[in-house]
T-cell receptor, first 112, second 115 residues
Framework: SQQGEEDPQALSIQEGENATMNCSYKTSINNLQWYRQNSGRGLVHLIL?????REKHSGRLRVTLDTSKKSSSLLITASRAADTASYFCASLSMEYGNKLVFGAGTILRVKS | DGGITQSPKYLFRKEGQNVTLSCEQN?????MYWYRQDPGQGLRLIYY???????QKGDIAEGYSVSREKKESFPLTVTSAQKNPTAFYLCASARGQAQGGTEAFFGQGTRLTVV
């Protein structure tokens, strides 16, 4: 399987704190994407970082990518209770014909 | 409204029956994907398609089949050969390689239960 790993599996923090989630992947990629899933729903795209980029920001989100280590991290700053959800990274590999493979996810709980 | 629609939302299947899950998109996306999600788990890729009349097996294709006769539609059939089909199924679409390749848009999912 090309599915990567994510850590931690679960994270519980207080409102206002920062949350950091990490992701590793196995193949060469064209881009790395982060998604959010509320319980029992579809996934919503958060941010995409291309293989030639090292860092990207979007609002309270900051993503980094290290292609030499085949890893990425997602930082959510000043977390809110509404950020409580599961977060997944996904690697897109055009080498395998636009194959989009997801990691196992991190369950984030933000306590108010 | 542009988007991706999965139906039905809930589906019950008797053992030994085949069932087909629908996925339709009006985003003019070339690429479409099917994933399976088990409780508390990540998404596992079943099949994906980059273009009409072409598709590739993902990591867990056994017991499933797909077709891509139209750009807008990518139905998934869960066959009787799938030993443990109870799961949440998610369909997604994205711009393909020729379109620049970008983020995927997901449907709301179909929850399949074997009774």
């Amino acid at each position: 399987s090309q599915q990567g790993e994510e850590d931690p599996q679960a994270l519980s923090i207080q409102e206002g704190e920062n949350a950091t989630m990490n992701c590793s992947y196995k193949t060469s990629i064209n881009n790395l994407q982060w998604y959010r899933q509320n319980s029992g729903r579809g996934l919503v795209h958060l941010i995409l970082i291309r293989s030639n980029e090292r860092e990207k920001h979007s609002g309270r989100l900051r993503v980094t990518l290290d292609t030499s280590k085949k890893s990425s991290s997602l930082l959510i700053t000043a977390s809110r209770a509404a950020d409580t959800a599961s977060y997944f990274c996904a690697s897109l590999s055009m080498e395998y014909g636009n194959k989009l493979v997801f990691g196992a996810g991190t369950i984030l709980r933000v306590k108010s | 409204d542009g988007g991706i629609t999965q139906s039905p939302k809930y589906l019950f299947r008797k053992e030994g029956q085949n069932v087909t899950l629908s996925c339709e998109q009006n985003l003019n996306h070339d690429a479409m994907y099917w994933y399976r999600q088990d409780p508390g788990q990540g998404l596992r890729l079943i099949y994906y398609s980059q273009i009409v009349n072409d598709f590739q097996k993902g990591d867990i294709a056994e017991g499933y089949s797909v077709s891509r006769e139209k750009k807008e539609s990518f139905p998934l059939t869960v066959t009787s050969a799938q030993k443990n089909p109870t799961a949440f199924y998610l369909c997604a679409s994205a711009r393909g390689q020729a379109q620049g390749g970008t983020e995927a848009f997901f449907g709301q999912g179909t929850r399949l239960t074997v009774v």
